[in-house]
């Protein structure tokens, strides 16, 4: 179902108005963790500023450490929704498990599987019932091949919007937290017709290469980024090493202006 040749033209996932996978430049942003409302109001309203179309925030979070800040849970979704209510912006948050799925149908626009989950058959089976767009991020370890797999079988249960995100792999260079697979992005458009999109923070773990890799992005013809953004990154709970500050995401974006259709 996501093969290009049974489908050539591209699909173009619509939420709310905004349309992923056509002729604009989609900027998802927003915290790695979603913390206080006064953080995730205060990021939200920046954001919007500058030109993001969508607001991210974990509230359910999949950490390395069982020790390390889980994420808000249900109340970090409430505290999306609030934001949203004030600026109006769609959300996209990840979920875990298969017992999270109504809790999401009602209170997200996007479901987000993280790269962890994307080989969790069981999981994607189940978000192939739903309608509603998911957006499936590439396993860290996981081949072209596999990840269109992954998508396949959200698309076989009857959900078709999936949108696509590369946010790095791993390799044997340990000094950026991953290494950002541009090449993927035409693969992908060549095999498929869905829409994908580049997370720049988590391919490198480091603020300052933000912005060249988002760049690179649009060279390569991805149709969006999902960037993280703090108001203090300093204090972060999660991923603040890579995350930028209002007015850093602002200049990334007059700067992406310059190449790209942002609306
Ligand atoms: C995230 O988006 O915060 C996240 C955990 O991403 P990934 O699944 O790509 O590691
Ligand atoms: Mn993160």
Known sequence: KANRKSHPENTIIDINGIKIGGEDFVIMAGPCSVETPEQITEVAR????SGAQILRGG???????????????????????????????????????????????????????GARNMQNFALLKELGKIDKPILLKRGMSATIEEFIMSAEYIMAGGNNKVILCERGIRTFETYTRNTLDL????????????????????????????????????????DG???????????????????????????????????????
């Open 46 to 49: 920046a954001i919007k500023k």
């Open 59 to 113: 509230a359910f979070k999949p950490r390395t450490s069982p020790y390390s800040f889980q994420g808000l849970e249900a109340q970090g979704l409430d505290l999306l929704n609030i934001a949203k209510k004030e600026t109006g912006l769609p959300i996209v948050s990840e979920l875990m498990a298969i017992d999270q799925i109504p809790l999401f149908l009602d209170k997200v626009d996007i479901i987000q599987v």
């Open 183 to 222: 090449s993927v992005v035409p693969a992908i458009k060549e095999l498929t017709h869905l829409p994908i999109i580049i997370d720049p923070s988590h391919a490198t773990g480091k603020w300052w290469m933000v912005e060249s890799l988002s760049k690179a992005a649009v060279a390569v013809g991805a």
């Open 225 to 263: 980024l999902m960037v993280e953004v703090h108001n203090c990154p300093e204090k972060a709970l999660s991923d603040g090493p890579q995350s930028l500050k209002p007015e850093k995401f602002d200049k990334l974006v007059k700067e992406l202006r310059k190449f790209t259709n942002i609306v």
